[in-house]
């Protein structure tokens, strides 16, 4: 059973940068693909990004391309997320996950655990 844990979530004025990072445990973070979702107040929970197991291919929804930045640290079982040019939109409670299976099709089929998140808000 994978556990994650996330943090660095705050309060950020558009244009500004933040990070949020995932420590996972009870698993080989090695052997998962890792992502980040995010479901803001009222709205569906969503893809952001995801990071294939080896961190060689990464993915993102096009609301965040350009601007956002995953990576991993498979020796610290560890993935961060480094948000750029943060718009008010991009207020959200943004939730860690993995998957056994692939980081390209995480965001149709979902992961297989969900970090509890960590709530980022961008005042205008």
């Known amino acids: 059973q994978v556990q994650l844990v996330e943090s660095g979530g705050g309060l950020v004025q558009a244009g500004d940068s933040l990070s949020v990072s995932c420590a996972a445990s009870?698993?080989?973070?090695?052997?998962?693909?890792m992502g980040w979702f995010r479901q803001a107040p009222g709205k569906e929970r969503e893809f952001v990004s995801s990071i294939s197991s080896k961190g060689i291919t990464t993915y993102y929804a096009d609301s965040v391309k350009g601007r956002f930045t995953i990576s991993r640290d498979n020796a610290k079982n560890t993935v961060s997320l480094q948000m750029n040019s943060l718009k008010p939109e991009d207020t959200a409670v943004y939730y860690c996950a993995a998957s056994r299976t692939s980081a390209q099709t995480m965001g149709a089929r979902g992961p297989d655990y969900w970090g509890k998140g960590t709530l980022v808000t961008v005042s205008s």
């Open positions: 009870g698993g080989t973070l090695s052997n998962y693909a």
